[in-house]
Structure formats: C-alpha cells, structure tokens
C-alpha cells in the first residue's frame, strides 16, 4: 500500500510539473524574476532610495538588483559600452567596514577577508598589492576608495584591478549603514572613469 502511494506521488508531481510547463509557467515565472532583477529606471530609483538617489545615473548604466543569496543585499550598475559591472552591497551595519577604516588605513588589512566575504563565486584573488587611494564627491558627499592589483588564483596568468569604495547611509531602519562599492575588471581593461561617473552622480542622505 505504501509503495503505491509513494508512485501515486511521483506520478502527480510530474502530471503537474507537466503541467505547469504546458500552460506557460515557467515563462511566467521567467518574466516575474526578469522584471524584479530589471526595473524601469523611475521604479528602481523609487525602490531602492535606502542606497541612494539614482535618478542622475547617466543612461549608459543599466541599473539592476542582485537576489540576496550571499548574505548581503546588493544593486548593481552595467556600463553598456564595455559591460564593466559596479555592485553596491548593504553590509547591514557598520562592524564588518565603515568608512573610518578608509582614513585609518585598517582597509589594507582587511580587503582579503573583505571580498571573501562579498564575493559570489569561485574566483579567489591574491597578491593584493594597493596602488591609490582617493576620495569621490557625491553631491558633496565624501567617499573614500582605494584602487588594489591582485591576480586570481582560479584562472593561470589572469591579473585585475578593483576599485573599493564606502559610504555610510541611513537604512529602511533609519539606522546607518555601510554601503561598500566594489567594481574589479581585467587589468587590461580598466578604466577609472567608469566608477567615478557613476560613483559622483549619485546623492545620498
């Protein structure tokens, strides 16, 4: 009786996995998570104001959100020219980074550990070697960054550039929180001017 039930299970899922697929589910399902991930620009700007004001991002930024799998909430910007992707992560409170540890030069130690902890894939970097440090100016907003070297372990003869910059803002809470911006590339193709377009063009509270 039990195994004739258990086959009745099995038959039933796959009538409705059948099923869901025949009437257009999983198209459906594709377009919900499609119009999360990529907002009009009026409804992401609306959305996510707990990170800033993004109404003056220039249109060669594809603004889209990331799902939360990894610990930490985050948004992301896409230059269309060259696709170069800067991310923003809510690290929720001010304990893992704030931005006093830009000024105090604790950043340094604490990159490795840092994008280990943010990162959401394989790739592991190494050899980390900082090569600036500077500040951007939202809006009169102060931001500081630093720009780091390191080549990635994963792949053989593979050597990038990132940008890490942070800045403290009020979350849906009201309470501060450390917002980190991490844009890496391949060291043949950086451009500084990317981050800072789009670093400069925000506002926040």
Known sequence: MGCLKSLFKKILFIVLVVAFFALGGYAFVKEKIRNYQYPAKDVFVESEMQYADFSSVSADYQLYRSFNLFGYKK???KYLP???KITI???KDEDLISVSDFHTGVIDEKIKSLLDKTKDSFITY???KIVQKGKFYAHKKEIPYLVFKAS???????DVIGTIGAYSNLN???KPSTKLIISIV???AYNP???KNFVTSLRIK
């Open 75 to 77: 948004i992301n910007a």
């Open 186 to 188: 391949d060291d043949k």
């Open 152 to 158: 990635v372990k994963n792949v053989p003869f593979k």
């Open 89 to 91: 992560f809510d690290l």
């Open 82 to 84: 060259t696709n170069q």
């Open 126 to 128: 190494e050899n980390f």
């Open 172 to 174: 849906n809470k009201q």
């Open 193 to 195: 001017t990317i981050v």
